[in-house]
Nanobody, 123 residues
Framework: HVQLVESGGGSVQAGGSLRLSCGYT?????MAWFRQAPGKEREGVAA???????NYADSVKGRFTISKDNATNTLYLQMNNLKPEDTAVYYC?????????????????????WGKGTQVTVS
């Protein structure tokens, strides 16, 4: 099983930046960031396959960047130009290979392993 631990959430003013980190414990296929705001459904934000190809939700394109450091087993989400509507609990998720296309992940394909989440608040 893959274990995931997120960090890096916090509070920031609109226009600011945050970087989320997600440490993972073993071989992974697709990895992704999801978010869930109060009263809303969980939303796929960004996904990356094992080859490093990334895919983004339209709402964050040009502002968020997903990246992965295989040497340290860490997934990142760099969030720039944050908006109040980005306020949510952000979750890291992963699948063991083989994995589906990342557009399927963003569309709701349920990955097998999830972190506990980290709060991001933009005011």
């Amino acid at each position: 099983h893959v274990q995931l631990v997120e960090s890096g959430g916090g509070s920031v003013q609109a226009g600011g930046s945050l970087r989320l980190s997600c440490g993972y414990t073993s071989n992974v296929g697709d990895m992704a960031w999801f978010r869930q705001a109060p009263g809303k459904e969980r939303e796929g934000v960004a996904a990356m396959d094992s080859a490093g190809s990334a895919n983004y939700a339209d709402s964050v394109k040009g502002r968020f960047t997903i990246s992965k450091d295989n040497a340290t087993n860490t997934l990142y989400l760099q969030m720039n130009n944050l908006k109040p509507e980005d306020t949510a609990v952000y979750y890291c998720a992963a699948d063991e290979p083989p994995s589906p296309p990342t557009d399927a992940v963003l569309a709701g394909y349920l990955l097998d392993f999830w972190g506990k989440g980290t709060q991001v608040t933009v005011s």
